[in-house]
């Protein structure tokens, strides 16, 4: 926790470089005061088939997903921070939206593994 997934339209890997842009997300984390680096998790997933307003159209989506605790205010600045960095990495893509959501801490299970 917490988890950041990157869902973004395939095309735009002729021109994003997403390892690269998923680093940036991770910078963006590390910044943040309300996070710790070691417990963030990023995943990206590129989407062959989908559908916009106007046939061209590209897209670039975050969620976050955050134990809740968080301000409203402390949510915003992370999405506005985001916004921001990869408005500068992806000057062509059309929609880029950042979502932050909270996870019920009650609701909340995983596991994790020693690493050996």
């Keep these: ?48 088939h989908y559908l916009m307003p106007e046939p061209g159209q590209t897209f670039f989506h975050v969620t976050v997903y955050l134990l809740e605790g968080r301000t409203d205010e ?6 506005i921070d985001l916004r921001s960095v990869l408005e500068k990495l992806m000057p062509t893509v059309t929609s880029i939206g ?10 909340y299970k995983k596991r994790v593994l020693d690493q050996v």
């Excluded at 917490?2 to 991770?26: C, G, N, R």
């Excluded at 963006?28 to 417990?39: G, I, K, Q, T």
């Excluded at 402390?74 to 999405?79: F, N, P, T």
Aim: hydrophobic share 45%.
């Design 74 to 79: 402390m949510k915003e600045g992370l999405a």
């Design 98 to 107: 950042i979502d932050v959501r909270d996870m019920n801490r009650t609701a």
């Design 1 to 48: 926790m917490p988890h950041f997934v990157l869902e973004y339209a395939a095309d735009i890997e002729q021109t994003v470089d997403i390892p690269k842009t998923m680093k940036a997300v991770q910078d963006v984390a590390d910044e943040c005061d309300f996070m710790n680096l070691a417990d963030v998790k990023i995943r990206a997933k590129a989407f062959d």
